[in-house]
């Protein structure tokens, strides 16, 4: 990091006011671990702390038993380094809680830092991405105090937006999916991530009113149980007029011509034996409800019995809105047996469209919510079901089903010296040096592999023999001849070279990648059994040098 101010200064201060800090204001440079200030004294100490270092975040595994990542949280990681500063506030306190051994000059240097002389290099977020390949390679003079902020921002990031993914590709495209899960989320900055990161990962809504402020993420949202069983009948509805939805006319009762139609659908020779009388004082919720939003009714029809009351007392609103030129959106499953219910809901508003002559009643939007996760919407799928929206929540925002990523910021280079770190355990083993990294395609067009070389190699070209090598297994090697090749690491922020720096695009350009991305893989490496390792590899002279460096158990040297 740039401790001083420079030349360079404007630069960074015109870049600055181009980005917004952290969504969340608690993203400061006291947002890391107190190891990462001692080692910035120490480095300090030693006269090391000008000395330009390269570091890698990358993670190890896939999560979720899949072989797909999909890398978020990004553009939070240069609102951060965009507006790093530590302040006077921030330096009392340090002084407070370091050793008292720790010399004023070092408080004095922290005054000064900054991330203008820090380059990163990452993959556009939304991508899909694998274990060992950097996300971010950070660059700069000791950015060690980048490293916890950049790993709580990523980690979570992207752990919600590949179990995001993981559900839209259960899912499949042509189902709605809401995002429900702010209650159950690990606080409000938890719940506030998770609606980002669910919809960037695929979701099409969320419940989530602050979310929708922040990000622009379409809002969905209709009443609750306690909703339905506050009112008691009917007659507690005070105002019962209904302007129709041209404007024309007026209906003065709108409750009795929900009893009108009700009595209509009970005298049905389909439903006979089916229901007789529904429960009032849910019909009574449901009246007020579509009173207060004509053009948006959707009800929660289990409260009492979604057959023989919540569905009839549904379609009966809906009829009379229909009579004044409105179009009901549809139901809300909560409970029970939602793939049965889903299909005698469908088939009591296809009768109703054929009895009634009513155009696309029968197609009328079915939503189920109730703790449902990958494995309950793998049942549904194979049990069949006719349900178009799926409200989601606890199991997506929480993770359930893995608590963490597990990415990790790793030295591979100071002072144009490469660095490796060994490891009895070949999964910990780190990639030495400043990398390349590249994506190479076949003939149909999908992904074969990803090969991280040396900053200098020529890159892959089209149409010539590559061989692709596992990192540390000698036996496992490939030759390919991409169609295709894509550089992955591109220049988010240039510090003082003159590189150009990646515009950050908007969530819903992140989220369209993600999507365009996970329809480009291969169909075996996405299926949530069994799927297929995506290979990443390492071009030869990169192989012979990590082994190099392994058998000589030293960071000597220099890729050339």
């Not at 595994?61 to 978020?72: H, K, L, Q, S, V």
């Not at 005698?344 to 054929?354: D, G, L, T």
């Not at 000698?474 to 003159?498: H, I, M, N």
Request: proline content about 6%.
């Amino acid at each position: 990091m740039d401790m001083e101010a420079t030349a360079n200064g404007s630069i960074v201060e015109s870049q600055r006011l181009l980005i917004d800090g952290p969504t969340n204001p608690m993203v400061t440079p006291m947002l890391t671990d107190l190891y990462q200030y001692t080692m910035a004294y120490a480095y300090w100490k030693a006269g090391k702390h000008d000395e330009r270092a390269v570091f890698d975040l990358y993670f190890r595994r896939n999560p979720f038993g899949g072989e797909y990542t999909i890398f978020a949280g990004l553009e939070e990681c240069i609102r951060f380094i965009a507006n790093f500063k530590i302040t006077e506030e921030d330096i009392s306190f340090l002084h407070d809680v370091l050793p008292s051994t720790c010399e004023d000059g070092f408080f004095e240097y922290l005054r000064g830092v900054d991330c203008s002389d820090v380059e990163v290099h990452a993959i556009a977020e939304g991508s899909v991405v694998f274990p060992k390949v950097p996300l971010l390679r950070v660059e700069g003079p000791i950015v060690q105090l980048l490293e916890t902020p950049f790993l709580n921002l990523v980690n979570y990031a992207s752990l919600v937006a590949t179990n995001a993914a993981r559900h839209r590709l259960v899912a499949g495209k042509s189902k709605v999916l809401l995002e429900f899960g702010l209650r159950r989320a690990q606080g409000p900055d938890g719940g506030i991530s998770a609606s980002k990161y669910c919809y960037l990962g695929g979701f099409d809504a969320t419940s989530n009113v602050a979310a929708g402020r922040l990000f622009g993420i379409p809002l969905r949202g209709t009443h609750s149980h306690a909703f339905v069983s506050s009112f008691m009948s009917p007659d507690e509805i005070i105002e019962k007029s209904l302007r129709s939805s041209d404007g024309s006319c007026t209906c003065e009762d709108f409750v009795s011509l929900v009893q009108t139609w009700l009595s209509k659908i009970q005298w049905l020779p389909s439903f006979r034996g089916i229901f007789s009388e529904t429960n009032q004082s849910e019909l009574a919720a449901f009246t007020s409800y579509a009173l207060a939003f004509p053009n948006s009714f959707l009800a929660l029809v289990d409260t009492y019995d979604v057959i023989r009351s919540g569905v009839p007392n549904f379609c009966a609103v809906a009829l009379a809105l229909s009579d004044l030129g409105y179009k009901a959106v549809g139901i809300r499953l909560d409970s029970g047996d939602l793939a049965y219910f889903s299909c005698e809901a469908r088939k009591f508003f296809s009768v109703i469209e054929k009895e009634f002559d009513v155009p696309g009643f029968g197609k009328m939007s079915i939503t189920a919510s109730n703790d449902l996760n990958e494995e309950t919407l793998d049942a549904l799928n194979k049990q069949g079901h006719e349900v178009d929206a799926f409200g989601i929540g606890t199991y997506v925002v929480t993770c359930y089903a893995q608590a963490a990523l597990g990415c990790v910021f790793k030295l591979v280079e100071i002072n144009n010296q490469p660095r490796i770190k060994l490891s009895e355990d070949v999964s910990k083993v780190s990639i030495p040096c400043k990398k390349r990294c590249y994506r190479l395609y076949g003939r149909e067009g999908y992904p074969l592999v990803d090969i991280l070389t040396g900053e200098n190699e020529p890159p892959p070209k089209v149409g010539e023999r590559i061989l692709c090598r596992h990192p540390f297994n000698e036996s496992k090697r490939a030759y390919v001849v991409p169609q295709f090749v894509e550089e992955l690491l591109k220049c988010y922020w240039p510090g003082t070279s003159d590189k150009p720096r990646e515009e950050l695009p908007s969530l819903q350009k992140i989220r369209e990648r993600c999507m365009n991305q996970l329809e480009q893989m291969r169909p075996d490496h996405m299926r949530r059994l069994n799927p297929t390792p995506y290979k990443v590899s390492v071009s030869a002279k990169l192989y012979d040098f990590i082994h190099f460096l392994w058998l000589n158990e030293a960071p000597v040297g220099e890729l050339q």
